[in-house]
């Protein structure tokens, strides 16, 4: 059974024009980047959580409207960085997933930009206020790409639907940008 399409609940209306904040998060390839410092044009995707061998996914996980594609999502930015960086974009993931689970993750798909982690979740307070839902009893991201431009939000993709063409669709959006 297919996972539950989800839906715009009006929650990333207010992020186009706002700038990222000025907070440095910790990088699964090591040390900190800081969000504001990001130049030039960054796709930003926002992810809940990936699963593994050693990482357990919540009890009805595939019931939660855009929970399920976490892996195909990151694997599809991955696959098409060259193009993204063709485009002038860098990539960078996001989640607040534990930093240990997503250097297990990069590790094992083979991630060459940055997983950023937000356990703290800082983005989901003001300014940006990004979407969030609970499962299992953590506090999740829900699935969001932002195309950041020097610093500024330009554009949003949410939801997401289905995450392992979101990659493609950024690609469109360049394009018709350049």
Same mark, same amino acid.
């Given at each position: 059974?297919?996972?539950?399409?989800?839906?715009?609940?009006?929650?990333?209306?207010?992020? @186009?024009?706002? *700038?990222?904040?000025? &907070?440095?998060?910790?990088?699964?390839?090591?040390?900190?980047?800081?969000?504001? =410092?990001?130049? *030039?044009?960054? @796709?930003?995707? @926002?992810?809940?959580?990936?699963?593994?061998?050693?990482? =357990?996914? !919540?009890?009805? $996980?595939?019931?939660?409207?855009?929970?399920?594609?976490?892996?195909?999502?990151?694997?599809?930015?991955?696959?098409?960085?060259? =193009?993204?960086?063709?485009? *002038?974009?860098?990539? $960078?993931?996001?989640?607040?997933?534990?930093?240990?689970?997503?250097?297990?993750?990069?590790?094992?798909?083979? &991630?060459?930009?940055?997983?950023?982690?937000?356990?703290?979740?800082?983005?989901?307070?003001? !300014?940006?206020?990004?979407? @969030?839902?609970?499962?299992?009893?953590?506090?999740?991201?829900?699935?969001?790409?932002? &195309?950041? *431009?020097?610093?500024?939000?330009?554009?949003?993709?949410?939801?997401?639907? !289905?995450? =392992?063409?979101?990659?493609?669709?950024? &690609?469109? $959006?360049?394009?018709?940008?350049?």
């Amino acid at each position: 059974m297919p996972s539950p399409i989800p839906v715009d609940d009006g929650a990333a209306d207010h992020l @186009v024009g706002l *700038g990222l904040p000025d &907070i440095a998060l910790e990088s699964a390839q090591g040390g900190q980047l800081r969000l504001a =410092e990001a130049s *030039g044009r960054l @796709v930003l995707y @926002v992810y809940p959580r990936t699963g593994g061998p050693t990482i =357990e996914l !919540p009890d009805d $996980w595939d019931l939660i409207p855009g929970a399920r594609g976490c892996t195909p999502q990151a694997c599809s930015f991955r696959d098409h960085e060259d =193009e993204l960086t063709a485009l *002038g974009a860098t990539v $960078w993931g996001l989640s607040a997933q534990p930093i240990h689970e997503q250097r297990e993750f990069a590790g094992r798909m083979h &991630i060459p930009f940055p997983l950023l982690n937000d356990s703290s979740l800082l983005l989901a307070r003001p !300014p940006l206020r990004l979407p @969030v839902f609970t499962a299992a009893s953590m506090t999740l991201y829900k699935r969001i790409t932002l &195309i950041v *431009g020097d610093g500024v939000i330009e554009h949003v993709f949410y939801p997401v639907h !289905p995450p =392992e063409r979101n990659a493609s669709e950024v &690609i469109a $959006w360049l394009e018709k940008q350049a």
